[in-house]
């Protein structure tokens, strides 16, 4: 029996650098992306690794998240990161909570949505002013969260909403919808309507998935649902939705299960894009020139790219961070467009991080 010679590993030959550009291309191949930690970096701890999966993120008028984490124990936060701002704060645990599912900013305060031993709660943040120099003198008092109270009584919280004219957060239960007044912090139960995925805001009004493929509306000036009030259009809609929503234009944006992304004027019509290359569509948000950023499939999310006038997708690999922090992201539970375009995700895992991701700017087309 002749013995088997093994051959020299040769890191130039074609087999090689084709399996390198391969690996190369499966990770985040255009734009940039910095994964954050949950503190100061440098100053304070980040947010206990198996209390930080970032499940819900809201940003406000002066352009700093709020977000709040799901895992052993549920963590609110705000967050900031310009001029000389850069921080994550942990503004407190919510005692007996487990899960944030919703945060919603408003003019003086935010509020977090969270569900636990207790049942789905209502608890304020108060404004948190990171407008300040964080490199060399910084200092702030802790912040004081406020328990409002149980939104339904013995149903958790499916999602919430702001982004109403009035100071007024919507939200719903698994079986009915809820008001809560910023100011007074006061819960006012609006009826019945299935909670089922995210909530989405257009023209004053609020959208949720109603029984079959239909949403349901709730009117903010008249505080009345309507049931089966928009009959989605064909598709697979077995799954609960997620939504984005251009803050220029109001249009809204979903997927169903398969990946079939549309786009919805907020009356009645929906218009079908592209279909992303896996499923199911996660977190999403839009830029201010007309792209859609989120990402699909579960374990191992892509980040896409969908161009919203041609409906053209492109796929952008997995998220990777070679600044600040070495790190790959497989996870995502919800995004915000920053204040100056620029996509903010919360990692839904273990030691999750906020990643900023800085997309590839688009040519300009010339004419003469």
């Known amino acids: 029996m002749t013995p088997q010679t093994k051959g020299k590993f040769d890191p130039n030959s074609p087999e090689i650098k084709a399996y390198l550009n391969e690996l190369a291309q499966q990770f985040v191949r255009e734009g940039t992306m910095v994964a954050f930690p949950t503190c100061l970096p440098g100053m304070t701890t ?16 002066e352009g700093h998240v709020y977000g709040g984490t799901s895992g052993r124990q549920a963590h609110l936060f705000a967050s900031a990161f310009h001029g000389l701002t850069g921080i994550v704060l942990d503004a407190g645990v919510v005692p007996e909570c487990t899960s944030t599912v919703a945060v919603c900013c408003g003019a003086t305060r935010t509020i977090a949505f969270v569900n636990g031993s207790r049942g789905g709660r209502a608890v304020a943040i108060p404004h948190i002013d990171l407008a300040e120099d964080w490199i060399q003198e ?3 008092a802790e912040p004081v969260l406020k328990e409002l109270g149980e939104c339904v009584a013995g149903e958790p919280v499916v999602h919430a909403v702001s982004g109403l004219s009035g100071p007024t957060a919507v939200g719903a239960t698994t079986h009915h919808l809820f008001t809560v007044d910023f100011e007074s912090g006061l819960i006012t139960v609006a ?10 805001v257009a023209h004053e009004v609020v959208f949720g998935q109603d029984d079959g493929a239909h949403l349901w509306r709730f009117d903010s000036a008249n505080k009345k649902i309507k049931r089966g009030a928009v009959e989605l259009p064909n598709g697979t809609w077995t799954e609960p939705l997620r939504w984005a929503r251009d803050r220029q234009s109001g249009m809204l ?14 009356v009645r019509s929906f218009h079908a894009l592209g279909r992303t290359h896996l499923a199911p569509v996660g977190p999403m948000a839009a830029t201010p020139d007309g792209r859609l ?5 579960d374990e191992m999310a892509n980040l896409f790219c969908c161009d919203i006038t041609s409906g053209r997708i492109s796929n952008l690999g997995v998220a990777a961070s070679v600044l600040e922090k070495r790190r790959y992201g497989y996870q995502f539970g919800d995004a915000v467009t920053g204040r100056d375009g620029e996509i903010i995700f919360g990692e839904n895992d273990n030691d999750g991080h906020m990643w900023l991701y800085f997309p590839k700017l688009l040519a300009r087309q010339m004419t003469i």
């Open 46 to 61: 980040p947010i206990t690794h198996d209390e930080s999966r970032i499940t819900a993120l809201d940003i406000n008028a």
């Open 253 to 266: 944006f979903t997927a169903d299960a398969a990946g079939q992304l549309f786009s919805f004027d907020g």
């Open 293 to 297: 950023f989120g990402f699909c499939g």
């Open 138 to 140: 910084w200092g702030l």
């Open 191 to 200: 009826g019945e309507a299935p909670g089922r995925g995210h909530l989405a």
